[in-house]
């Protein structure tokens, strides 16, 4: 497995910006598909992001897409979700995650490793 730490998290004003980073260690992390999830009180786990080993392909969820953008930088181990145009409705702990040598996926069951969350509130 990966350990993987997030940072970058806060409180923002609506219509903020946010930059998370997620920083690996433990294995090869060019060879690690990486994704964003999130996880707001009372509800599941939803994917936000994914990004594939090379950074040439993503995808992400409708509700997020053309605000949120993830890319990573495999010289120095980390992925970033830069978060533009903040709702209320983005508060959530968020989490990095990281899959083995396979594509990308949108499903949080596939991942096999994980970080601790970092918060981020958006106020109204």
């Known amino acids: 497995q990966v350990q993987m730490v997030e940072s970058g998290g806060g409180l923002e004003q609506a219509g903020g910006s946010l930059r998370l980073s997620c920083a690996a260690s433990g294995r090869t992390f060019s060879s690690d598909a990486m994704g964003w999830f999130r996880q707001a009180p009372g509800k599941e786990r939803e994917f936000v992001a994914a990004i594939t080993q090379s950074g040439r392909s993503t995808v992400y969820a409708d509700s997020v ?22 709702k209320p409705e ?14 990308l996926s ?9 970080g601790q969350g970092t918060q981020v509130t958006v106020s109204s």
């Open 65 to 86: 897409k053309g605000r949120f953008t993830i890319s990573r930088d495999n010289a120095k181990n980390t992925v970033y979700l830069q978060m533009n145009s903040l």
């Open 90 to 103: 983005d508060t959530a702990v968020y989490y990095c995650a990281a899959r083995w040598k396979v594509a």
């Open 106 to 114: 949108r499903t949080p069951e596939e991942y096999d490793s994980w």
